[in-house]
């Protein structure tokens, strides 16, 4: 029988998934797009329905560096910006061009689970490298550049998924000196910083130190506007740019999705994405908030976490001995759910770890969702229960 | 300064370059993609906009299975279709996947130039195996076979791009015996297959034979409705469309381009994409026996070429001693272009022939651009010029 979904997620009724790490359904941005398409679709000349410019539509680069030097309070310039059919794309394309079969790429420890299963169908050996509540160590990447010669550092240096940790300004600085002296590229996930919930800015983006031609930065709509636009861009210097404007995929089909740039240029020039992205702001903040809350009183303080300043997630920390993938079943069974700790990990630990969405739902569902979180950690806390589960 | 192009191709006015391998910018379909955008984003619900299911939007798969079975007369499921970013995405996948730097692929010769640029990008071992008027030699594949073991053939097996050849009905059937025999896949780009010119269909595509699990189809919206939509898809057996679904970048990313699924789901439903397709045909038949006589008129008779009946491409066969490569600059001296047969090989031969494109032009620019071809190779074989060119 044929699977009919159009969406990737499938969340039951009366569920509450913490796992979803996406835009909320309820502020997916479908009038705003009607208005982009009758906007573009409305002309005589259609230059972006034949194979694209291999870097990207021109105009929508232009439109897009405008509101990039806005957000980002840095000159962006349209040369910098390569448009990619989404952040994983551009990863993706940056695994085929620079690395091969058992290269070594450093991630931080917690990482991005489906980052690093990219790179596994790539074969790359993963290296991870420990965090505070700063950010990726400094210190400890350089002890670990002296047994390997990486081919990239991956690297969430704002609001970071999952651990909502914000990487300090002049830990970026090491971090590009660092790269440069030892040869190996940053790649800079960047598609949250745009999310700031706080009354200042978090320090200047990764997409900062590009000049260095070390440092490489994703940036995504689908955080911001869509998911299902699969539109994004890489942000680099002017030879990396042209690298991945000259390879043999770019050759062929042209542009990654002059289509769905052309709308959304519409949606920049109009001053509709912005305007969107004010109200996620306000929405999420709001919404951060209120779990926030809801977490503090119904789960015990043996249970820690700190309140993010952007982003999608609330990283929880467990007492040690708990196990959050064994905890799973028993939240499953009181409809809720959250992604445990140690699917981030490339070393197997943080199994008393979760990460929770916030975007996802609105606040009532959110309150409800902590309430049985509690609920769920008091049934696992109970000896007898896990003693059932442990045999 | 920014380079402000939306299109990949820049054609000077004036200028019939016969190299552009593409729709025809006066067919590109706005006034049918306005009416699409229109019914998919008038409604109220946008689940498209969100992280689409991995293997595509199964409403769009629907239609475009029910399209397929009527056009490529096979019966064609939805659960074959797995949704691409455009042919040349999907190849590209499909060498991350299934292949490792180093392997070794079989190639036609003359085989897709741009394919074999992706190829390199994945640093893959390239064997080119012949052709005749039947297409690939079955005999010189089984030969090869005893040296190599090809994780896949790559083979354009209808309308050849470029020698616009189509690979008999029986040669399909040795071909497939051969991969299961031999144990590698056959990636069939049957980008062109529903661009038939003649009164009667081409033998059944590749994609009859996914049931094998050995043979893997590409197919694209580039050719039959605009090269800038990015969409295209792969028919596969069950294991193989599971292990595309199933891979990093799509667990990352959600589908690989589910907005603009959803429009062109509006024009196979509402019969848009059918209408296209005739359209299509009607124009690019008058195109293509328009080129054909004119290029009778203005070139002498040693200078052989097939009528092709059907795809995009004239595959011009110049007397031995003719080096296309070298004969370009004059022929953009006077204002005409092509593409030398080398760029087509894998083994740096085919330098006397040359790939001309019918499909981009109208047909009193088809019919001045081979006016022009033969006063270039008029000039050319002048004894004078030639020398004078080759100090």
């Known amino acids: 029988m044929t699977d009919l979904r159009i969406a990737q997620l499938n969340m039951p009724p009366g569920m509450v998934d913490f796992s979803a790490g996406q835009p909320s359904p309820s502020l997916l941005p479908l009038?705003?797009?009607?208005?982009?398409?009758?906007?573009?679709?409305?002309?005589?000349?259609?230059?972006?329905?034949?194979?694209?410019?291999?870097?990207?539509?021109?105009?929508?680069?232009?439109?897009?560096?405008?509101?990039?030097?806005?957000?980002?309070?840095?000159?962006?310039?349209?040369?910098?910006?390569?448009?990619?059919?989404?952040?994983?794309?551009?990863?993706?394309?940056?695994?085929t061009l620079f690395a091969s079969a058992g290269d070594t790429v450093f991630v931080e420890e917690p990482s991005y689970f489906l980052a690093l299963r990219i790179f596994n169908d790539h074969h790359l050996n993963i290296v991870g490298l420990p965090m505070d509540a700063d950010g990726l160590i400094p210190e400890a990447l350089e002890e670990e550049l002296t047994r390997h010669r990486p081919v990239f550092l991956y690297s969430v240096p704002t609001f970071h998924n999952p651990s909502s940790v914000t990487l300090a300004?002049?830990?970026?600085?090491?971090?590009?000196?660092?790269?440069?002296?030892?040869?190996?590229?940053?790649?800079?996930?960047?598609?949250?910083?745009?999310?700031?919930?706080?009354?200042?800015?978090?320090?200047?983006?990764?997409?900062?130190?590009?000049?260095?031609?070390?440092?490489?930065?994703l940036g995504s709509f689908s955080k911001i506007l869509a998911p299902g636009l699969r539109l994004g861009w890489i942000q680099a210097g002017a030879p990396l740019v042209k690298r991945l404007s000259g390879c043999g995929l770019l050759d062929s089909g042209g542009g990654l999705n002059p289509f769905t740039s052309a709308l959304v240029r519409s949606t920049l020039e109009m001053g509709l994405q912005h305007t969107q992205l004010t109200t996620l702001k306000t929405a999420y903040t709001q919404r951060k908030i209120a779990l926030c809350k809801a977490l503090k009183r119904y789960l015990p303080e043996t249970v820690r976490f700190s309140e993010p300043d952007g982003g999608f997630f609330?990283?929880?920390?467990f007492p040690e001995d708990v196990d959050t993938k064994q905890m799973l079943a028993e939240a499953q069974r009181q409809n809720v759910g959250y992604l445990p700790g140690v699917r981030f990990s490339s070393l197997g630990r943080l199994k008393n770890c979760a990460r929770l969405c916030f975007?996802?739902?609105?606040?009532?569902?959110?309150?409800?969702?902590?309430?049985?979180?509690?609920?769920?950690?008091?049934?696992?806390?109970?000896d007898d229960y896990r003693m059932k589960n442990d045999e």
Chains 1, 2 share one sequence.
């Open 169 to 217: 300004a002049e830990r970026r600085q090491e971090l590009v000196a660092l790269s440069r002296e030892y040869d190996f590229f940053i790649i800079a996930d960047e598609v949250y910083h745009l999310l700031n919930y706080a009354g200042v800015p978090p320090p200047p983006p990764m997409a900062s130190y590009i000049d260095s031609n070390t440092v490489i930065s």
């Open 314 to 317: 609330i990283w929880l920390v």
């Open 31 to 95: 009038a705003l797009l009607r208005k982009a398409a009758a906007d573009r679709l409305g002309g005589n000349d259609a230059p972006f329905l034949a194979y694209g410019a291999e870097q990207g539509d021109g105009y929508f680069r232009s439109a897009l560096a405008g509101f990039l030097s806005e957000h980002y309070r840095i000159a962006v310039e349209a040369d910098q910006l390569f448009v990619a059919a989404g952040a994983s794309m551009g990863l993706d394309l940056l695994c």
């Open 359 to 382: 975007a996802y739902f609105d606040i009532p569902e959110l309150e409800e969702g902590a309430r049985r979180l509690g609920e769920v950690f008091k049934a696992f806390m109970n």
